[in-house]
């Protein structure tokens, strides 16, 4: 059974720092993908970052602006977004999730939600002003 757990999330000024953890067990060799997706109130679920089990290939969503960084331990099953400088907008509730298949270009793939298979519970980050 695939499980994915995330924490880390919380309340944090503009400019702070948090670092999110996504622990991942029991999942199958070929699900390679680790994806970071966040859903503000009244928006749609966006990605924001994933990163590849295998080769530690990493893509970030154009908000990312280099603010955040995205990692894996693979001895661990754990895979991190390191995020700086936040804003209020970046206020959300932050989902880790595992999916398989190729990144494709540019790692088009992997930002859809739909080739992730199993999602975490989420973790509230907030941003205040």
């Known amino acids: 059974q695939v499980q994915v757990v995330e924490s880390g999330g919380g309340l944090v000024q503009a400019g702070g720092s948090l670092r999110l953890s996504c622990a991942a067990s029991?999942?199958?060799?070929?699900?390679?993908?680790m994806g970071w997706f966040r859903q503000a109130p009244g928006k749609e679920r966006e990605f924001t970052a994933a990163?590849?089990?295998?080769?530690?290939?990493?893509y970030y969503a154009d908000f990312v602006k280099g603010r955040f960084t995205i990692s894996r331990d693979n001895a661990k099953n754990t895979v991190y977004l390191q995020m700086n400088s936040l804003a209020p907008e970046d206020t959300a509730v932050y989902y880790c999730?595992?999916?398989?298949?190729?990144?494709?270009?540019?790692?088009?793939?992997?930002?859809?939600?739909?080739?992730?298979?199993?999602w975490g519970q989420g973790t509230q980050v907030t941003v205040s002003s």
């Open positions: 999730a595992a999916g398989g298949g190729p990144p494709g270009p540019y790692g088009r793939n992997w930002r859809a939600p739909a080739v992730y298979d199993w």
């Open positions: 029991g999942r199958p060799c070929s699900s390679d993908a």
């Open positions: 990163i590849s089990w295998s080769r530690g290939s990493t």
